[in-house]
């Protein structure tokens, strides 16, 4: 099932960098096991907007690409001070980049996590003075993660201003996973990071930052990080714990949880998604440059879904989430 052509289209987790900013790619899963030429691809378009990123959007019929600095961004700073000065450098190269092609971008903005109090503010001004539509955080922030207590202020933000939080893997490993020992390629986008992410955003769940906060909005990549399709297994266990929250994990995910579709072109998994956590909770992402837009459309396009449901994915959701 094909749309005829005229379907508008915003891609969420679209991936920039500039100079001193982001990392080099294929150092983010430890042993590099990317081809060459595809890592130095990656790299030349992480910091291009018109001689690449454009055209290639226009080729494959992108309205709007949402912008997120790429992986492990504010995160792998170590110094605070430093952190703070390139959250708001990048946000403000964000801003600027947005308004030089107002109708083709908007952005997710960086958060220096490692000084919450910092990271409150700075999620001020990107949305109040730069526009910008939320924010995006790559995984833990130097070991800390999203549930502890320190960054409830950051959430009660989020909740105000009803912008979304995009959690997105890539921080550098926190510990080692033995079950990689002698497979690195297993690390990172492969396997790793999906399994990272959800484990972090079950985190939040199990810690009640939703229920403290009911009306905050995480939004997680790549088919929703496996979380989707555990939804009754939660459920079944937590029918045994001891924890008691507000809701059942599986309604949190239904009502506090949204999912792009970056990297899992498979029309079984959207669907799948579909019936699980419905199609208004579910954003179309490419993952550029990263990920082949022309794959990432042609399968929104031909998913075997409906008409009404392929709208809300392709961009009523992005538009009701974004405010765009």
Not at 33 to 53: I, K, M, P, Q, S
Not at 153 to 182: I, K, N, S, T
């Amino acid at each position: 099932m094909t749309n005829n052509g005229t379907l508008k289209r915003i891609a969420l987790e679209e991936a920039f960098s500039l100079p001193g900013m982001g990392s080099k790619v294929g150092t983010m899963v430890g042993d590099p096991h990317y081809r060459a030429d595809a890592v130095a691809g990656w790299n030349r378009r992480l910091t291009d907007f018109t001689e690449f990123r454009i055209p290639d959007m226009d080729a494959h019929g992108i309205d709007v690409q949402v912008l997120s600095l790429t992986a492990p961004g504010i995160q792998a700073e170590r110094d605070t001070a430093e952190a703070v000065a390139k959250a708001r450098a990048a946000n403000d190269f964000l801003a600027e980049t947005i308004a030089a092609h107002p109708t083709r971008f908007a952005g997710l903005a960086a958060l220096p996590m490692q000084d919450p109090a910092a990271a409150r503010a700075e999620l001020d001004r990107a949305v109040g003075g730069l526009g910008l539509r939320g924010a995006l955080v790559n995984g833990h922030t130097l070991g800390r993660y999203l549930d502890e207590k320190e960054f409830r202020p950051v959430w009660e933000r989020l909740e105000e201003l009803r912008v979304p939080l995009y959690l997105h893997p890539g921080a550098p490993p926190r510990d080692e996973w033995q079950v990689f020992r002698g497979h690195p390629y297993l690390k990172g986008p492969t396997f790793g990071w999906a399994a990272e992410t959800a484990a972090h955003a079950l985190r939040l769940i199990y810690a009640g930052v939703f229920d403290d906060f009911p009306g905050a909005k995480l939004i997680l990549g790549h088919m929703g990080e496996f979380l989707p399709f555990q939804k009754a297994r939660l459920d079944a266990r937590y029918e045994f714990m001891t924890l008691r929250l507000g809701l059942r994990p599986s309604e949190y995910l239904e009502r506090n949880v949204m999912i792009t579709t970056t990297g899992v072109c498979s029309g079984a998994a959207l669907t799948g998604a579909i019936a699980a956590v419905g199609a208004d909770n579910i954003m179309f992402g490419v993952d550029y440059p990263f990920e082949r837009t022309d794959v990432a459309v042609r399968f929104l396009d031909e998913a075997p879904i409906s008409e009404t449901d392929r709208a809300k994915i392709a961009h009523g959701n992005a538009e009701r989430i974004l405010g765009l």
